[in-house]
C-alpha cells in the first residue's frame, strides 16, 4: 500500500530533475545574466541594469538578424508549407502512379536525415563561385551572366542560405501533409466525383480545408525553426559578409564567445525565448483543440 | 474524350515535374560523390564529369584523419542519449499514465513545458553549469542536455500511447501480486516496443545531427562528434576538397541508410507525435 | 515483496543518477598524474600539414626523451582557434601550454591573470640571452615576460618571377611604381594580386601595414591603445582609400574566397602577387615545389605616408603557459624545448620557419626562400603587430566587418571611419 502512494514518484523523479537542472534553471539563469556584464575567461561580474537591452535595440546588427530571421521565415513558409502541400497533393492524386508515389516520397524526404553540417558543406560547393554546381549550370543554360558568388555577397549569402533550407525540409513538411491527406476520408471524394468536381476543384474545396491544422501546425513549426536556426548560417557564412548574413542565434553565439559579451548574449538569448514561446503557445493550443 | 486527352497531358507534364525536382534533390548528392573519388586537380579542372581513376584513396585519408573517431563519438553519444531518454521518458510516462497523483497534471506541463524552451536561450547558462559540475569536455556535456531536453518531447509521445489502451492487464498482474515495476516490465512494455522506436528514432535525428551545444561544450578531438568533426575537418584540409567530400560522403551513410530500412518508423515517428520536434 | 519491488525501482533511480554524476567526473579526474607519469596538456593551431606532422614528431621525441612525461596534444585550426581559447581559458581546463599570437591578444589574457609568469625562468641560466630581445618584446607586458616565441614573422609580397620578367617588370619600391606594376599586368589580362577575405583577417593585414604607413607613428600608437583610442586622424581614411585603389587589382569575388585558396591560385600561376606571412614559405614550398620561380619583396614605401616606412608589419607567435597549470617546472621545460634551439634547427630545416633563438639559420640548414624571408625580417627596423591582435576586440570586429563591405563597394573611407570613431569611444569607456 505504502508503495503505491511513492512509486510514481519515484518513476517521475529523475525525469523532472533532470528536465528542472538543465533547462529550466539554464533558461532562469539566462534571464539572471542578461542584467549583467561578463566574459567567457574571467570571473567578474558587474551589474548594469537594462543597458544590455538599451544596446540590442541600438544595434544595427540586431535589427539585421531579426530581418533575416524573419525572411527565412517567410520564405519558408512559401516553400515549406506551400509547396510542400502542392506536392503532397500531386503524389496523391490519381496523376501519379502508386508504385510511383513510394519512390519520389522517399527521395523528397531523404535530405531531411541529412546531418545541417554535411548539407550545409555539400552547399559549400553548389555555391562556390568557380566551380560550383550553381554557377555551372547557369552557365550550361547560357544564363552565365547571372552567376554569383553567391556566399560571398552581402545581397545574396542570407538568401542562399535559405534556398538551402528549403532543399533540406520541402520534403519533411510534405510527409507530414501526405499522413493527412491519407486520414480524409473517401467518401467525400466520391461524392464530389459525382457532383462531377474536376481535380483542381477536389483539391481547392476539400483537401485544403481538410488538412487545414496540419497546415496551422506545419506553418507554426517552421516559423520557430526559422527563429531558432543556428548550425546553417554558422557552417556556411557565420554571418558574413560583413554581418550581413547574420541570424539571431549565430549573433548570440559571436557576443558571448567572440566578442566576450556573455551578458549582452544573455540578453539576445532572452528575446528569442520570449519569440519562440509565444509561437510555441499558439502551437500548444492549436494541436490541443485537435486532440482527443 | 477531351478530358482523357487533358488528363494523360496533364500527367505527363506532372511527371516531368516531379522527376526534374528528384534531379535537384539528388544532383548534390550525385556530385559530392562523382568528385570524392577524383584527385583534387581533377576536381578543379573538370567538375561536373565523371571520374577518370577513382581515387578510394580520399576515403581512407578521410577515415584516418579523425573521421572514424567522430564516428565512434557520435555512436557512443546518440547510444547513450537515446537509451537512457527512452528509459526514463518511459519510466516518466508510465508514472503520469497509470498513477493517481494529485499533481499530476501540473507535472506534465512542467515536463511538456520543456518543450517550449530552446537550447539556444539556455546557451550560456548551461556553458557555465557544466563547467561548476566539471562536466564541461565530457562526453556528458553532450549527452545530459541532449536527454534533459529530449525528455518533454519523448514523454509526450509515450503518454499517449499509454493513455490510449486498456489497463485491465496490469490490474490482474497487481492483484497477482506483483509489484509496479514488475508490471511495468513484463507488461507495459513489450507491448509499447513500436512507440519505443518511433521515439528512439526521432531522438536519432536530433542527437546525430545536434551541432551548438557539441561546439560550444566539448573542446577535446578525441570526444567530438561527426557535425562539429567535420567542420574541424574542414578547416584542417584546407584546400583538399576531395578528401572533404570523401568525409562528407562516408558521413552521410548511416543515417542514409538507416532510413531506407526503417522508414516506417520514421512516418510513425512524425505522425504520432505530430510533429512537434 | 512489494518493498523489494519498490528497492528496485529506487535503486534504479540512484543508479542512474550516480552514474550520470560519476561516471563523469572520473572522466575528467585529476588524470594529469596517473602511473607516476606527468601529463602536459598542450594546444596549438595547425591541424593541417606541414605543421601538424612535424609538431607530431618533435612532442613524440619529447616523450621518448622523457619518460615520464605525457604530452595529451590537441589542435584548432587558425579561424576557430580565436574564438576558442578564450572559451577553454574560462574553464578548469584550460590547456597547460598553449598557443598564442603576442601583442593585444595575449596581453588581455594577462590582465585577467591567466598566463603564467615567465619573467623569473627565463633569467635562470641564460634562457633569455638565447632569444632575440625584439621577438620577446611582444610578448612583455610592464617588463614581465609570458610567451616565448616558435615562429618569427612578417608579412611580404610574394611574387611570380616568371610573369614580372616576361613583362618586363621591376620589383616595385614606391606605392606609385606600385600600382604601375598592378596596372601593367591588369591590361595584359593577368590578375595582378591573389586575394582571399573570407575569413577577413585578411585585409586586417592589408589595413595594418596601410596604417603604420600614412598615419603618424606617435599617433597610431595613441590610438591603438584602448584607453586612448580615438581615431580621428585623417590618415586614417586616407589608408583605406589606398586600400580601394587596390580593389580594381584583386582578384574576383575576394569575400568568397579563403586566403589558402588565394595563395593555391597565385601559386598555380593564376596571379602574380599575393600579400603572405614568411611563415607560409614552406607552405608554398610544399604546394608547388622546387621549381616554381618566386620572390618576395616588401610592401612599397608610401612616399607621402606620416608614417615610419623602415617598419614591417609582423608580430611573432608562439606558446605560453597558463596560470593555473599544476605542473609549472615540467611545462617551463616543454616550454624551452619547443621554442629552443634543437627544435629551431629542424624548424627551418623542415617546415621553413624561423623561430626566436639568435643565430638560428645559416647557409647550411636554412632553404634559399627562408633565409630571403629572415633576411627582410632582419632589414626592418621594428615591427608593427597585426592589427587583429593587436586592437581591442570590439575594434578588431568592426574592421573586420567593415572592409568586407568597403572590399565589395558597399561602404566608403569616412563612414567606416565613423563607425571606428563611435566603437573607440565605447572601448575607451570601457577600459576606465
Known sequence: ??????????????????????????????????????????????????????????????????????????????????????????????????????????????????????????????????????????????????????????????????AMSQWQYVGYIMMLFIVAIQKIPEDIYEAADIDGATGLQKALFITIPQVKEMTLVTSVITVIGAFKVFSEVYVMTSGGPGNSSQVLSTYLYRSAFINDEMGYASAIGVIIFIITITLSFIQIKISKSGQV | MNKKKHYTVSKILINIFLFFLVIIVLYPLYWTIINSLKTNNELFISPFSLPHKLIFKNYISAWNLGLSQYFLNSIYVSFISIAITVFLGALCAYGLSRFDIKAKNLIFMVVLGGLMLSPEVALVSLYKILQTLHLYNTRWAMIIPYIAFKLPFSVFLMRSYFISFPKDMEEAATIDGCNTFQVFYKIVVPISLPIFASTAIMDAIFVWNEFLFALVFVESKAITTIPVGLMAFRDALNTDWTVLLAGITIATLPMAILFLCMQKYFVKGLTSGAVKG | MKRKGLMTIVLAACITMTSVFSGCSSKTADTSKDNGKITIKFLHRWPMEPNKSFLDKVVADYEKANPNIKIDMQSVANDSYKEKIKVILGTADAPDVFFSWSGEFMYKFVRENKLYDLTTALNQDGWKDTLMESQLKPFTLDNKTYGTPYSVDGKVFFYNTKIFKDNGLEVPKTWDEFIKVCDTLKSKGITPIAYGNQAPWASAHYIGTLNQKVVAEDVRTKDYNAATGEFTDSGYVEALKKYQQLIPYFNANSNAIKH???????????????????????????????????????????????????????????????????????????????????????????????????????????????????????????????????????????????????????????????????TAKVVKNETK
Open chain 1, 1 to 162: 500500500m505504502k508503495e503505491r502512494k511513492i512509486a510514481p514518484y519515484v518513476y517521475i523523479f529523475p525525469t523532472l530533475l533532470l528536465i528542472i537542472i538543465f533547462v529550466y534553471i539554464p533558461i532562469i539563469q539566462n534571464f539572471y545574466f542578461s542584467f549583467f556584464k561578463m566574459s567567457s575567461y574571467s570571473t567578474v561580474k558587474t551589474f548594469v541594469g537594462f543597458s544590455n537591452y538599451k544596446n540590442i535595440f541600438a544595434d544595427e546588427i540586431f535589427y539585421t538578424a531579426v530581418i533575416n530571421n524573419t525572411l527565412y521565415a517567410v520564405i519558408s513558409l512559401i516553400f515549406q508549407v506551400g509547396i510542400g502541400l502542392c506536392l503532397a497533393m500531386l503524389l496523391e492524386s490519381r496523376f501519379v502512379a502508386p508504385k510511383l508515389r513510394t519512390f519520389f516520397r522517399s527521395i523528397y524526404f531523404m535530405p531531411s536525415v541529412i546531418s545541417i553540417t554535411v548539407v550545409a558543406l555539400i552547399f559549400q560547393f553548389v555555391y562556390t563561385p568557380d566551380i560550383g554546381i550553381l554557377n555551372g549550370f547557369l552557365k550550361a543554360i547560357g544564363m552565365g551572366k547571372y552567376s554569383h558568388a553567391w556566399l560571398g555577397e552581402t545581397k545574396t549569402a542570407i538568401f542562399s542560405i535559405i
Open chain 3, 260 to 422: 589558402d585558396q588565394a595563395r593555391m591560385n597565385w601559386a598555380n600561376g593564376k596571379a602574380a602577387m599575393i600579400y603572405c606571412e614568411t611563415q607560409e614559405v614552406g607552405e608554398v614550398q610544399k604546394l608547388q615545389g622546387k621549381d616554381f620561380q618566386w620572390g618576395m619583396f616588401k610592401f612599397p614605401d608610401i612616399t607621402d605616408g606620416k608614417g615610419d616606412q623602415s617598419k614591417l608589419t609582423g608580430a611573432p607567435e608562439g606558446f605560453v603557459i597558463s596560470a593555473n597549470t599544476k605542473h609549472p617546472k615540467e611545462a617551463i621545460a616543454f616550454l624551452k624545448y619547443l621554442t629552443g634551439k634543437e627544435v629551431g634547427l629542424k624548424e627551418v630545416k623542415e617546415i621553413g620557419i624561423l623561430n626566436g633563438m639568435k643565430g638560428i639559420y645559416d647557409t647550411t640548414n636554412a632553404d634559399a626562400k627562408v633565409i630571403e624571408a629572415a633576411n627582410l625580417i632582419n632589414s626592418a627596423k621594428d615591427i608593427v603587430y597585426w592589427l587583429d591582435t593587436d586592437l581591442n576586440t570590439k575594434l578588431v570586429n568592426v574592421y573586420l566587418s567593415e572592409t568586407q563591405l568597403l572590399t565589395s563597394g558597399e561602404t566608403t573611407p569616412e563612414k567606416m571611419m565613423q563607425k571606428i570613431q563611435q
